[in-house]
């Protein structure tokens, strides 16, 4: 019971969060969700008392599909170099080696979806995704203190604003990928960021 409790839970907010990053929050209502689901509406409530209880369990299923792949692609760069500067050179790599592996277009960010509407959510959920966004930048700001240890930079650096350009460099080549209907210009972006960081600490030690 529990198996298929948590399979129908799993196929509502999957296809809850396709229809929203297709539609919008506003524009997805529970009913087309039970109906493209395939669920009864009394499926539906066992699991979610309402719209803004699904959007927060969508927010943090989100955040937390996100940190896991952000955890692998750090431990994985983290094995392939002990310089600080190269690991987060090969943690960008591997995340742009994600995008071009997507067999479809990248679907969007359902914390970017959900910032376009903050008057259909709550405060709790507004919170949740700047939380998100905080650990974002705590994940970075940690990689560019590793590299300033060892590397001088170019220029006088903003460590903050550095990191949240890796949040920026994602959200924009999402928008971007999706406008020019080609996960390239989101791997572009990335690869752009990486130079970014080559020529700010480039071999001066």
């Known amino acids: 019971m529990t198996t298929r409790a948590n399979s129908s839970r799993e196929r509502i907010l999957s296809t809850a969060e396709a229809m929203i990053l297709e539609r919008g929050f506003a524009g997805t209502t529970i009913d087309d969700i039970i109906d493209k689901a395939a669920i009864t509406k009394g499926g539906f409530f066992y699991h979610f008392d309402g719209k803004r209880q699904l959007a927060r369990a969508l927010v943090e299923r989100y955040t937390e599909m996100d940190s896991r792949a952000f955890q692998e692609f750090n ?23 994600m995008v071009a592996g997507m067999t479809q277009l990248h679907p969007g960010c359902l914390v ?10 709550d405060d709790e959920i507004r919170g949740m995704m700047e939380q998100t966004m905080l ?12 590299i300033m240890e060892i590397y001088t930079p170019r220029m006088e650096v903003d460590v903050n604003a550095l990191a949240d350009m890796f949040s920026s ?7 971007l990928s999706r406008v020019y209907g080609d996960n390239q210009a989101l791997i572009e972006q990335v ?12 071999d001066i030690h």
């Open 75 to 97: 431990e994985r760069a983290n094995s392939l170099s002990e310089d600080p500067l190269q690991r987060t050179l090969i943690f960008l790599n591997l995340f742009a080696e």
């Open 112 to 121: 970017a979806a959900f910032t376009y509407e903050t008057q259909q959510i």
């Open 135 to 146: 650990e974002w930048r705590e994940m970075i700001v940690e990689r560019l203190h590793q």
């Open 169 to 175: 460099t994602l959200e924009g080549g999402i928008i």
């Open 191 to 202: 690869h752009a960021y990486r130079s970014h960081l080559r020529l700010l600490f480039d």
